[in-house]
């Protein structure tokens, strides 16, 4: 499924849409019905998700890039599979955000997050790349199982949520930077330059 030009693309209700391969090289794809990629995509601007409906690379999917991502709608972005999928851009995030897939599995950010929505893995990694502040404000970054969260920058409890399950492995891999008060599993100080306790 190739979408192109620069106009808004709509997929509505309907049934799933299935594609070995899902490109957007122009525009902002709204997101009506759940999308299942079973190969990779590529997606330029990714503008909503509606509620209860999934746009989900499967387990077979070797992964993929999304360029921009502003989800004011509450439905989900789904990494089922064992590959990357990387969002440069998330200026915002209303719904969930799955890495559902094995350990192998990673949603990736490259720049700082603004995040209202759940962000969240159980046994695959979160790695937030963006070296400033990450942007929780009334939302949850959580990992519920023996799963990873790599960061880069800050991430504040407050407004938002951080869960870290007993068994989950965080990772403060950036610069300067300050450690969440919260509670981890196990806890890494890692990366090139001195760690606060908050």
Same mark, same amino acid.
């Given at each position: 499924?190739?979408?192109?030009?620069?106009?808004?693309?709509?997929?509505?209700?309907?049934?799933?849409?299935?594609?070995?391969?899902?490109?957007?090289?122009?525009?902002?794809?709204?997101?009506?019905?759940?999308?299942?990629?079973?190969?990779?995509?590529?997606?330029?601007?990714?503008?909503?998700?509606?509620?209860?409906?999934?746009?989900?690379?499967?387990?077979?999917?070797?992964?993929? %890039?999304?360029?921009?991502?502003?989800?004011?709608? =509450? #439905? &989900? $972005?789904?990494?089922? !599979? +064992? @590959?990357?999928? /990387?969002? *440069?851009?998330?200026?915002?995030?209303?719904?969930?955000?799955?890495?559902?897939?094995?350990?192998?599995?990673?949603?990736?950010?490259?720049?700082?997050? %603004?995040?209202?929505?759940?962000?969240?893995?159980? =046994? #695959? &990694? $979160?790695?937030?790349? !963006? +070296? @400033?502040?990450? /942007?929780? *404000?009334?939302?949850?970054?959580?990992?519920?199982?023996?799963?990873?969260?790599?960061?880069?920058?800050?991430?504040?409890?407050?407004?938002?949520?951080? %869960?870290?399950?007993?068994?989950?492995?965080?990772?403060?891999?950036?610069?300067?930077?300050?450690?969440?008060?919260?509670?981890?599993? *196990?806890?890494?100080?890692?990366?090139?330059?001195?760690?606060?306790?908050?």
């Amino acid at each position: 499924l190739a979408l192109s030009n620069a106009g808004a693309k709509n997929l509505t209700t309907g049934g799933t849409v299935t594609g070995a391969t899902f490109t957007q090289t122009g525009g902002t794809v709204s997101v009506n019905e759940n999308v299942d990629v079973t190969g990779s995509s590529t997606l330029a601007d990714v503008g909503s998700i509606s509620a209860t409906k999934n746009l989900r690379l499967t387990a077979a999917a070797t992964g993929g %890039t999304i360029t921009a991502m502003n989800n004011a709608s =509450t #439905g &989900t $972005l789904e990494n089922a !599979g +064992t @590959g990357t999928l /990387t969002v *440069t851009t998330l200026s915002g995030n209303a719904g969930t955000i799955n890495q559902s897939g094995g350990s192998t599995g990673k949603v990736a950010f490259t720049n700082n997050v %603004t995040n209202g929505g759940t962000i969240q893995t159980a =046994t #695959g &990694t $979160l790695d937030f790349q !963006g +070296t @400033g502040a990450q /942007t929780n *404000t009334g939302g949850t970054v959580t990992v519920t199982g023996a799963g990873f969260a790599e960061v880069a920058g800050d991430i504040a409890t407050s407004p938002g949520t951080l %869960t870290f399950n007993s068994a989950s492995t965080v990772t403060y891999d950036g610069g300067t930077q300050t450690i969440a008060p919260v509670t981890y599993g *196990t806890l890494v100080a890692g990366g090139s330059a001195a760690k606060t306790a908050s």
